[in-house]
C-alpha cells in the first residue's frame, strides 16, 4: 500500500498531462487494463510481479481518477453535476457491498482460505475488471455532444490536434493549468476538506477492519467480523450516492447541508467508537487484545458504526466532485488530480501513524480536521452560490 499510494501521490502531478495528450476515454481504458494485470497478479503471486504491479496501478489510478473527473464533468452542467457525481458514487462504492458479501457468505467459517478460493475470487475479479474497461469504450465523448459547426470551428481555431507539438503543447499547458490552480483561494481551501477525506478512507478502509479483528470478545465471529463491516460500508457508500445524487436536482439549498450531515453522523460514529472499541486495538498483537473501553464490546455498534462511516464518506465525496466540477467545468483535469494528489497524501499518512498510534489520537486528529474541513467546505460553497445568483441575474438583466 505503501507504493500505491507513493507513486499515486507522484503520479497525479503528471496525470494531467497525460488526459489532455491522448484524451479522457484512452486514458480509462490504459488504466483499466493495468487494474486487470494487477488483479491478475494475484491469482499466481509472486515478489517481483507484485511489487512492479503496485507501481504501475499507482501511475495508472492517477491517470484514471483524473480521466474519470474530466469525463464526468464535460458530460454534465450545473443542475446535473451533483446527481451524476452522487450515481458515479454509488456505482464505485457498489464494490465494497457485493465484493464482501461474497467473502462474507463463502469464506464464512474457514479459518484458512485455501489456494483455490483465493484463485477463484481473483479469476473472477479480473474477469469483471477486464469487461469494465471495454465498456469504456461505449462512454460518450464530449465532441458527440457538439454542434457541426461547432465542431468545425473548433478545428479551424486549434488545428490539427492530432501533431505531436499540438500534443505536448497541450501536456505542457496542462501541468502549468495544475501549479496554477494548486495555489488559488478555493483548492487551497478545499485541500482541507480532501484531506479528511484521505483521513477517513485509510480509517474506514484498513483501520476499523483491523480493529473490530483485533478485539477477542467478539469471540470467534470476530474474523468474519471485519466482512459484515466491510458490507454495511458499502450499504452506507451506496444509499448516500444514490439519496444525494436523486435529491440533488431538486435541492434548493446547496450542497452545505449534504457536508453537515456527514460531519454530523462521522462525529457519532466516532464518539460510538470511542465508547465501544478498546484504545489498543489498532495496534494489538496478532492474539489481539483482551481490553475494554468505557462499554462492554459490541457487535450491533461496531457494525452500526461501520454504517455510519460509508454514509458520512459519501456525503464528502459526492459534494466534492460536485463543487469542483461546477468551480472547474473549463479545468477538470487539472482540478481532479490535484483532489487525489491531496487524498492520496493523507491517506498515505494516515497509514503510517495508524501503526503506531492509539484510537483515541487517531480519532481525535479525524475530528480536528474534519470541523475544520466542514468549514473551508462551507466558505467554498457560499462563494459559488454568490457566483451563480450574479450569473443568473447577468442573464436575466439582458
Not at 50 to 58: E, L, N, Q, W
Not at 107 to 136: C, M, N, P
Not at 163 to 169: G, H, R, Y
Not at 276 to 286: E, H, L, R, S, T
Request: charged share 10%.
Amino acid at each position: 500500500m505503501s507504493i500505491i499510494y507513493g507513486v499515486f501521490s507522484a503520479s497525479n502531478l503528471i496525470s494531467p498531462s497525460v488526459v489532455a495528450i491522448v484524451g479522457p476515454q484512452l486514458s480509462m481504458v490504459v488504466s483499466g487494463i493495468f487494474y486487470s494485470l494487477y488483479i491478475a497478479v494475484f491469482i499466481q503471486p509472486a515478489a517481483w510481479a507484485f511489487y512492479t504491479a503496485s507501481v504501475f496501478i499507482g501511475i495508472a489510478a492517477a491517470v484514471l481518477w483524473t480521466a474519470q473527473g474530466n469525463c464526468l464533468t464535460v458530460n454534465s452542467d450545473e443542475n446535473t453535476i451533483g446527481r451524476n457525481s452522487g450515481v458515479f458514487w454509488a456505482l464505485l462504492q457498489s464494490s465494497l457491498f457485493f465484493g464482501n458479501l461474497y467473502i462474507y457468505f463463502a469464506w464464512q467459517g474457514k479459518t484458512r482460505i485455501s489456494e483455490s478460493d483465493r484463485r477463484t475470487v481473483f479469476i473472477a475479479l479480473t474477469v469483471i475488471s477486464l469487461v469494465g474497461t471495454v465498456l469504456f469504450f461505449l462512454i460518450r465523448k464530449q465532441e458527440d455532444t457538439k454542434a457541426p459547426g461547432e465542431e468545425d470551428s473548433a478545428k479551424e481555431i486549434l488545428g490539427d490536434s492530432s501533431s505531436a507539438q499540438n500534443k505536448m503543447m497541450r501536456a505542457v499547458a496542462a501541468f502549468k493549468k495544475s501549479i496554477k490552480l494548486s495555489f488559488t483561494k478555493e483548492i487551497l481551501l478545499l485541500s482541507v476538506t480532501t484531506a479528511y477525506t484521505g483521513l477517513i478512507l485509510t480509517f474506514f478502509s484498513g483501520v476499523y477492519g483491523t480493529c473490530i479483528g483485533a478485539v477477542n470478545r467478539f469471540g470467534s465471529e470476530e474474523k468474519s467480523l471485519i466482512g459484515l463491516s466491510g458490507i454495511f460500508i458499502g450499504v452506507g457508500e451506496i444509499l448516500g450516492g444514490g439519496i444525494f445524487g436523486l435529491l440533488s436536482k431538486n435541492n434548493r439549498f446547496g450542497r452545505n447541508p449534504v457536508v453537515m450531515l456527514g460531519i454530523v453522523v462521522h462525529f457519532i460514529a466516532f464518539y460510538l467508537i470511542f465508547f465501544n472499541m478498546p484504545n489498543d486495538a489498532p495496534i494489538a498483537p496478532m492474539e489481539g487484545t483482551d481490553d475494554v473501553a468505557y462499554m462492554i464490546p459490541s457487535k450491533e455498534v461496531a457494525i452500526f458504526c461501520s454504517f455510519l462511516l460509508g454514509l458520512g464518506d459519501s456525503c464528502f465525496n459526492t459534494q466534492l466532485l460536485s463543487i469542483l466540477g461546477f468551480l472547474y467545468s473549463e479545468d477538470s483535469a487539472p482540478a481532479f488530480a490535484i483532489f487525489k494528489f491531496v487524498q492520496s497524501i493523507c491517506a498515505a499518512v494516515a497509514y503510517f501513524y495508524s501503526n503506531y498510534f492509539l484510537l483515541q489520537w487517531q480519532l481525535l486528529i479525524m475530528v480536528v480536521v474534519g470541523f475544520f474541513g466542514t468549514i473551508t467546505f462551507f466558505t467554498v460553497e457560499w462563494q459559488a452560490a454568490a457566483a451563480l445568483v450574479a450569473r443568473s441575474s447577468d442573464y436575466s438583466s439582458i
